[in-house]
């Protein structure tokens, strides 16, 4: 019976660390993506596109497509950067467990 939650868990090690490298991929990439559309949002607009789009003038003044884009752009960008945060952390538990398995079939031998 110890061997086979020995292997489980082994098993539950490498698929954290494949999930993790999996997820810094995805953000990482979709990062580059929208921090790219930021800056043409910012290219098309100007500055003002970086102003938050609220109080007063919000309700006066109706929003350009730059504002929009650069809004939707920012959330998805740390949507993303959550996304690689989490990789991250599975990676580091995944090799935690990894380690912690290894040492412990060491102390064994």
Same mark, same amino acid.
């Given at each position: 019976?110890?061997?086979?939650?020995?292997?489980?868990?082994?098993?539950?090690?490498?698929?954290?660390?494949?999930? %993790?490298?999996?997820?810094?991929?995805? =953000?990482?990439?979709?990062?580059?993506?929208?921090?790219?559309?930021?800056?043409?949002?910012?290219?098309? %607009? =100007?500055?003002?596109?970086?102003?938050?789009?609220?109080?007063?003038?919000?309700?006066?003044?109706?929003?350009?497509?730059?504002?929009?884009?650069?809004?939707?752009?920012?959330?998805?960008?740390?949507?993303?950067?959550?996304?690689?945060? %989490?990789?991250?952390?599975?990676?580091?538990? %995944?090799?935690?467990?990894?380690?912690?398995?290894?040492?412990?079939?060491?102390?064994?031998?």
């Amino acid at each position: 019976m110890d061997r086979r939650r020995s292997t489980l868990v082994v098993v539950i090690g490498i698929a954290l660390v494949a999930l %993790g490298l999996a997820n810094i991929a995805v =953000g990482w990439v979709k990062m580059d993506e929208w921090r790219d559309r930021k800056h043409e949002a910012v290219a098309a %607009g =100007g500055e003002p596109a970086r102003l938050p789009f609220s109080g007063t003038p919000s309700i006066l003044d109706p929003s350009t497509d730059a504002q929009l884009l650069y809004e939707s752009a920012t959330i998805k960008y740390e949507y993303y950067k959550v996304v690689l945060r %989490g990789g991250l952390c599975f990676v580091a538990a %995944g090799a935690v467990i990894l380690v912690v398995i290894g040492a412990r079939g060491r102390v064994r031998a």
